[in-house]
């Protein structure tokens, strides 16, 4: 077995991917994936990130989440602010056009995996699902 081919392969399958899912012309590289995070917490887990809690759950720097965050405030996808509980900390928060945005994007995604989902079937699926965990374990 050719271990490098196929990992091309699989390189060209996901950057493929990669392309047909969360073109938002208004975002730059990395941008889509803080919106998206952002969005997860405030609207499922109902809770605003701090930039070192972001840093953490992204695997990014604080240095690359910064300017990420700056920009996506000047586009207005986000405004920062003090804490409630903790006036030292500062919190992230979508804002209306930023929950659009996210809200897009995320459905955009779920509707590719629905598709990919019913071409392989519910056992292929199944399947898929396994060796990712596996993988990631």
């Known amino acids: 077995m050719n271990y490098k081919e196929l990992s091309y392969k699989f390189m060209r399958i996901f950057r493929k991917r990669n392309?047909?899912?969360h073109q938002v012309k208004e975002l730059d590289k990395g941008e889509n994936g803080i919106l998206?995070?952002?969005f997860?917490?405030?609207e499922i887990h109902q809770k605003n990130l701090t930039p070192g809690e972001l840093c953490a759950i992204?695997?990014?720097t604080s240095g690359r989440i910064a300017s990420t965050l700056k920009n996506l405030e000047k586009?207005?996808?986000i405004k920062r602010m003090m804490a409630e509980d903790d006036r030292r900390k500062t919190i992230i928060k979508l804002t209306?056009?930023?929950k659009i945005v996210a809200k897009r994007i995320i459905d955009d995604i779920a509707m590719s995996i629905n598709k990919m989902i019913h071409k392989l079937g519910?056992?292929?699926s199944q399947e898929f699902l396994r060796i990712l965990n596996r993988l990631y374990e």
């Open 58 to 60: 992204q695997q990014l």
């Open 75 to 77: 586009k207005a996808f």
């Open 36 to 38: 998206q995070t952002l």
């Open 122 to 124: 519910e056992h292929d």
């Open 96 to 98: 209306e056009k930023g």
């Open 40 to 42: 997860i917490y405030e």
């Open 19 to 21: 392309h047909l899912i």
